[in-house]
């Protein structure tokens, strides 16, 4: 049948044949083909299809960790522990991953010690190899030393000056081995140089250096203390502050006070506890390091000071 179809009226519609030559077309406005313009829109469609270009994704609240969140497990934190750089990690995760990468240190070293031994057996052999090498020539010198006068009217004595100079041209030209395809003159690929590791641990979110002295046991404080650990996982506001008793949360500054390990607000700190610089929990006196500032996961709001746009890069075409 023709695309031209007649209307109950008997009158031929001509859009009937557009609409079935387009078949299922989408909208015309952010998949027009026939335009002259390639769209933003287009763009960013076809790159993130493509798998080409670095694509750039904004987080939104849901992609965030809350602030008593492991920084490993991205759980709430069972039995949590603080670092001094303010990163708290449940202390089951964080014991866990120190072990491994002691443990990676450690075949990491035993590999460089064999490396090590292997070039060290290496050098060895080269520098006997050339004290054999120095001792042969030195024979071979001594074997064409004459000890009488030759008579150069005879022709030995021709034969015999021209013998070594013969024989070490015949010894260069077997040396220079014409078939590339001679096992002995294929190339082989060498091990790669390992470089001495380093012993040091380091933390996944801070990049310094940690150790186990230094992690500190964080005591929250839960809004109900007779509601179970599974019931206060639920709850939006699970802990509130050990002394003003306001409710903490990814959009309130918090902080660990180190002697006692209670968490209280930035506010509470700046207001009450710098005036006379005292634990109030345990009444120990406080030093500036003490008071160790919660890395936050962030609000989902870009004023909450944390970066909140992924990148992921992949290979890019180039002209």
């Known amino acids: 049948r023709s695309p031209r179809q007649l209307c109950p009226s008997g009158v031929s519609d001509p859009t009937s044949g557009a609409r079935a030559a387009s078949g299922s077309m989408t909208r015309h406005g952010k998949n027009c083909t026939a335009g002259a313009v390639y769209t933003y829109y287009e763009k960013k469609k076809d790159t993130a299809v493509s798998g080409y270009g670095t694509q750039s994704l904004r987080l939104s609240k849901d992609a965030i960790k809350d602030f008593d969140c492991c920084c490993l497990s991205l759980q709430p934190c069972k039995d949590p522990i603080i670092t001094p750089d303010g990163y708290i990690y449940e202390?089951?995760?964080?014991?866990?991953?120190?072990?491994?990468?002691k443990t990676e240190i450690a075949k990491k070293m035993k590999a460089y010690e064999k490396q090590k031994n292997i070039k060290k057996v290496e050098l060895a052999e080269l520098a006997k190899a050339e004290k054999e090498s120095k001792v042969k020539a030195f024979l071979e010198k001594e074997l064409t030393i004459v000890s009488k006068p030759l008579n150069p009217f005879s022709s030995r004595g021709g034969e015999s000056q021209a013998g070594p100079s013969t024989q070490a041209s015949q010894q260069e030209h077997d040396k220079q081995l014409p078939s590339f395809w001679i096992p002995s003159l294929t190339?082989?690929?060498?091990?790669?140089?390992?470089?001495?590791?380093?012993?040091?641990?380091?933390?996944?979110m801070s990049g310094?250096?940690?150790?186990?002295?230094?992690?500190?046991?964080v005591k929250f404080l839960p809004v109900d203390e007779k509601l179970e650990r599974v019931q206060l996982i639920t709850k939006q506001e699970r802990y509130i502050c050990a002394v003003t008793r306001d409710?903490?949360?990814?959009?309130?500054?918090?902080?660990?006070?180190?002697?006692?390990?209670?968490?209280?607000?930035?506010?509470?700190?700046?207001?009450?506890?710098?005036?006379?610089?005292?634990?109030?929990?345990?009444?120990?006196?406080?030093?500036e390091k003490d008071i160790i500032a919660i890395q936050r996961g962030g609000t989902?709001?870009?004023?909450?000071?944390?970066?909140?746009?992924?990148?992921?890069s992949r290979p890019v075409m180039q002209a």
Do not use: W
């Not at 202390?91 to 990468?101: D, N, P, S, T």
């Not at 310094?208 to 046991?217: A, E, F, H, Q």
């Open 300 to 312: 989902g709001f870009a004023g909450s000071g944390v970066k909140l746009e992924a990148k992921e």
């Open 247 to 287: 409710a903490l949360g990814n959009s309130v500054p918090c902080a660990v006070l180190r002697p006692s390990g209670a968490v209280v607000t930035m506010e509470c700190v700046e207001k009450l506890i710098k005036l006379d610089m005292v634990d109030p929990i345990n009444g120990v006196k406080l030093a």
């Open 208 to 217: 310094r250096p940690l150790k186990m002295k230094d992690l500190i046991p």
């Open 187 to 204: 190339p082989e690929a060498k091990a790669s140089t390992l470089s001495k590791p380093d012993k040091t641990v380091y933390c996944p």
């Open 91 to 101: 202390k089951e995760a964080i014991l866990e991953y120190i072990l491994h990468q």
